[in-house]
């Protein structure tokens, strides 16, 4: 069998971008195992509970994202959940590619793009496309692609196969969200400009006759929803018609568009880390990932150079490039919810902004095809890029030594749940764990279900309350390679796991033994801790030997009360300066949050917050949101019965922020947020009866 040389070329091109791709980002997230508090919910959560979300929301695609979650979590096997995570994504980077060569019949372009999408990816902190539901938002995102490419070919070659796979994969695509019907006025461009109709007219005719199929699919898919969603009666705040402001609007959209600009997050991890932590982060693969894509760049030119691109075709595609850049966020910015989440720390975060980075990609694409004829041009734009590709794995390895920090706490826990101290066949373990909760994990009975989907046994763990059982997971910048998490029954200390970077049957956790401050341990994996002022200065590494597949656990020697560790610790679970720690049993007369706690929430009426002020004494608290309504209001905060701040809302107007700094009492206080106007429905199909909006919620202790 004789192999064309082209095939060969192609292989090497493909294998050099998949390459490139894992290095620049994939190779950072080596210890990504949860991100964000939905990707833990949909791992954990069985079929029967996206069937009930899709009822309780109104969004019948729940049905079938409720099976696309699932297939990167089917082994428990974090091979097997990176291997599912990267081959979905490199695959759609692939495809992309093969939908540029096919589209404008030059396949060295599509190299060209493949490469400044597999290198220019920013990963973040939140919702981004990467960090959290990476398996189906890839799988819909290519099927997109596989539909455009196919009806191309159909266009083109008229043959009804291709027809119908494209159809087949259009259905895929409109189950992945009701906002992937943006999509169609895509193809009926493509349509367009494959048309040989004279006058247009008649082209647009055409190609609403070749693409009837897919608009018939499109309607049906609409329909569906909003029959689904009347038939519920449910909806929320991502479907909810926000304020009309055209500001608003027009912010929210243009934040979500550009939310991925290439070395924008770079920017905002710069301005959070500053520029000394970041250059501690440089490595010698960053210059060689940069250097190979300056010289492949380079390289490509040659191919590029004499390529001519009718001015018919090249208008069409940018009239594409700019509609797939705008479209795709424009329904969002609509809605209450994301209008709420517009102008703050998550817009860079989050996962609408990746549809947007791939027409940016491509007009980055597009500058350097116009540059290719002028050399020295061509040469600057192409090492401005590598420049660019520098900053990203930057950022890439930040963001991913911020999963790291956060998978540390579920390898330890496993490691505790697989413990002798967890006993299987015994139903009523109560656990007390504040400190389990944080910014991603929010939600209550996370780790109850964690556990049983562990071990096959649910253990009770609680944020607050009385337990006799308890764990307390200590992690800050002081000890943050080697966090350690303390477990008590009737608050004498059994055990103590930690692990220097992560656990697992390879780097176990280990059941560490706490010692005089001077003593040096023997035939432990701990020599010492140093302790000065009460306060925890260091943890030594664990001893390096033998690989040992089982977890091992020492038994402690002496016996230290929960009240000493905490003040070894310096570790204070209140007041309420953790997002975990204000969820739905701190606040009544709300409805559930949307997103994580603290983002944004409706009220039902009147509300009353629980403040706790645990520090013993009088201290200085500040409590920050936003408020919006759909009706003119007035709200008024009081705290234990005293008037401290009054607010004017306007329906329709942007989100009022609210800054207040108040004195609080030692123990527990009522924050009291009323208003003048009853509760009632919006009058979009959602039943429930709302006041006003409580949004970007955080309160914090200011001193003591």
């Not at 990504?32 to 979300?53: C, K």
Request: hydrophobic share 45%; with cysteine.
């Amino acid at each position: 069998m004789i192999i064309k040389k082209n095939t060969y070329e192609k292989v090497y091109y493909l294998l050099i971008i998949a390459l490139l791709s894992y290095l620049t980002l994939f190779s950072y997230i080596s210890e990504l195992w949860f991100t964000t508090n939905d990707d833990i919910r949909h791992y954990l959560a069985p079929y029967s509970e996206w069937m009930d979300s899709a009822q309780a929301y109104g969004r019948i695609h729940h049905y079938v994202n409720g099976l696309y979650v699932q297939v990167t979590r089917l082994f428990d096997s974090y091979i097997y959940y990176r291997a599912t995570h990267i081959v979905m994504m490199i695959t759609m980077i692939f495809s992309f590619g093969w939908l540029i060569s096919t589209t404008l019949r030059e396949r060295y372009m599509g190299y060209i793009y493949m490469v400044l999408l597999a290198t220019l990816w920013q990963n973040s902190g939140g919702h981004n496309m990467i960090g959290s539901y990476p398996f189906y938002v890839a799988f819909t995102v290519t099927s997109l692609l596989l539909t455009t490419i196919y009806f191309v070919k159909y266009l083109r070659e008229e043959k009804r196969l291709y027809l119908w796979i494209s159809l087949l994969f259009w259905i895929f695509t409109l189950k992945g969200s009701e906002l992937w019907l943006l999509y169609l006025p895509m193809l009926l461009l493509f349509a367009y400009g494959e048309s040989n109709k004279d006058g247009i007219s008649k082209r647009i005719i055409a190609s609403l006759s070749v693409a009837k199929w897919h608009i018939a699919l499109t309607i049906l898919s609409v329909v569906s929803y909003f029959v689904f969603k009347l038939y519920c009666g449910t909806s929320y705040s991502g479907s909810t018609i926000g304020t009309a402001s055209f500001h608003t609007i027009f912010q929210t959209w243009m934040e979500y568009t550009f939310g991925l600009l290439p070395g924008l997050k770079f920017y905002y991890s710069l301005e959070d880390t500053g520029l000394k932590f970041m250059l501690g982060l440089i490595s010698f693969k960053m210059f060689f990932v940069s250097s190979a894509v300056f010289v492949l760049l380079l390289f490509l030119r040659s191919k590029i150079e004499n390529i001519h691109m009718e001015k018919r075709k090249y208008l069409l595609t940018i009239v594409i490039g700019l509609y797939t850049l705008f479209a795709p966020n424009f329904l969002i910015s609509l809605t209450y919810k994301y209008q709420a989440w517009a102008g703050g720390e998550r817009i860079k975060d989050y996962l609408y902004s990746s549809l947007s980075y791939f027409s940016i990609v491509f007009f980055i694409f597009l500058f350097l095809f116009v540059l290719r004829r002028w050399k020295p041009l061509y040469i600057l734009f192409s090492f401005l890029i590598a420049l660019i590709v520098f900053s990203t794995q930057l950022n890439n390895k930040y963001i991913g030594e911020l999963y790291e920090t956060h998978s540390k706490k579920f390898f330890i826990v496993d490691a505790f749940l697989q413990s002798k101290y967890i006993q299987k066949d015994i139903l009523g373990h109560k656990i007390l764990a504040p400190t389990l909760w944080d910014g991603m994990v929010v939600r209550d009975g996370v780790w109850n279900s964690y556990s049983k989907n562990r071990i096959g046994s649910e253990v009770n763990f609680i944020k607050k309350g009385k337990a006799d059982e308890k764990i307390i997971y200590v992690t800050s910048e002081l000890n943050k390679d080697a966090p350690f998490m303390i477990y008590s029954q009737k608050n004498i200390i059994k055990a103590i796991f930690t692990s220097v970077r992560r656990c697992n049957k390879n780097s176990p956790c280990y059941l560490i033994y706490i010692g005089d401050s001077t003593e040096e341990m023997s035939g432990t994996a701990i020599k010492q801790y140093s302790y000065d002022n009460n306060k925890l200065l260091s943890v030594s590494k664990l001893s390096e030997g033998k690989v040992i597949k089982d977890i091992i656990l020492f038994e402690p020697k002496n016996i230290i009360k929960d009240s000493q560790v905490i003040a070894l610790v310096d570790y204070n679970p209140l007041p309420l300066y953790a997002p975990a720690t204000y969820g739905t049993e701190f606040i009544s007369g709300v409805y559930r949050w949307e997103g994580e706690v603290g983002n944004f929430i409706w009220a039902s009426g009147d509300v009353d917050m629980k403040l706790i002020n645990g520090s013993g004494r009088e201290a200085r608290y500040r409590l920050q949101m936003e408020l919006g309504t759909l009706k003119e209001r007035n709200v008024i905060f009081s705290l234990n019965g005293k008037e401290v701040y009054e607010v004017h809302l306007k329906a329709g107007e942007r989100f009022h922020k609210v800054d207040l700094s108040f004195d609080l009492p030692a123990g527990e206080n009522r924050l009291k947020i009323t208003t003048d106007v009853p509760a009632a429905e919006p009058g979009n199909g959602d039943h429930r009866k709302m006041s006003f909006s409580m949004g970007r919620v955080k309160y914090s202790i200011e001193s003591r």
